[in-house]
């Protein structure tokens, strides 16, 4: 069984389409079947699970190539909300109730329908939604802010164990982890869960949870060592009485005023 759904695919429960809902369930109870009747003839019973996994197989296979194939097995989706409006009929055609609907939308946090532009009935069972414009969650690009790329962080302890793999990738040895693991006062042994974020800053997390590990402060260092640059350039810019040069470190100070401006979504507070 574990080979064959392996095969097969890895979707999440929620995400089933009927077709593999129901080819679970036959998988599963043939196999119950075979293991529980001992007067069965387990030669019959392995052919009815090959057929059940080979049959879904050639299926999937023949999905993955032609869409009108997989409208048949997987179905499609169903508009329920349109321009703010519930969609009555295809409700009806889903057999949802509105009680049922609501339940939907508050499972994605929205508790007022009067919000909801467009909702649509995907063939897992799962509702998507998209908010009306004026109550989608603020970006960056509303505010016409740079935001840096970032990488997720990458394991480099687990369990106590080292991963190299993990080191390789961040860039880092094991000897500058063991030296930061000296600075935070922790072992190699209590630790559960070691990461490195985009700006190698190591987040640590050990076993004993009475023990206070800092948060990493490479950034908000870095942070106030740029404004302090900053400060000190409008400094010698009025400390100077040539206009040339005071002009050069002004410019400079502004330069380093906008550093410090678009360095700020790069930290957390």
């Known amino acids: 069984m574990f080979i064959f759904t392996r095969i097969l695919g890895k979707r999440q429960i929620s995400q089933l389409t009927f077709f593999e809902y129901i080819t679970g369930i036959t998988i599963g109870d043939l196999a119950g079947f075979i293991s529980t009747d001992i007067e069965a003839n387990y030669l019959h019973g392995l052919s009815a699970l090959m057929m059940w996994f080979i049959i879904p197989f050639t299926i999937e296979w023949w999905m993955m190539k032609q869409r009108r194939m997989r409208i048949v097995f997987e179905g499609k989706d169903r508009v329920l909300i349109q321009d703010g409006k519930i969609l009555e009929d295809n409700l009806k055609k889903e057999r949802i109730t509105g009680d049922e609907l609501l339940e939907q939308l508050r499972m994605k946090d929205v508790f007022d329908l009067t919000e909801v532009e467009y909702a649509v009935l995907e063939t897992s069972g799962a509702l998507s939604v998209l908010l009306k414009p004026e109550f989608r969650p603020l970006t960056p690009l509303h505010m016409q802010m740079k935001v840096p790329g970032e990488r997720q962080p990458i394991e480099v302890i687990m369990d106590g164990e080292v991963l190299n793999e993990g080191l390789r990738?961040?860039?880092?040895?094991?000897?500058?982890?063991?030296?930061?693991?000296?600075?935070?006062?922790?072992?190699?042994?209590?630790v559960f869960l070691a990461q490195v974020d985009a700006f190698g800053q190591l987040y640590v997390d050990v076993y004993d949870d009475t023990l206070e590990i800092p948060l990493p402060q490479a950034l908000f260092l870095l942070y106030a060592n740029l404004k302090k640059v900053q400060a000190d350039l409008e400094l010698f810019a009025l400390a100077t009485q040539n206009k040339v040069v005071s002009t050069m470190y002004g410019d400079c100070a502004q330069q380093m005023d906008d550093v410090v401006e678009s360095f700020k979504t790069m930290i957390r507070t």
């Open 169 to 190: 990738l961040a860039g880092f040895t094991r000897e500058w982890l063991f030296t930061e693991l000296d600075k935070l006062g922790v072992t190699q042994a209590n």
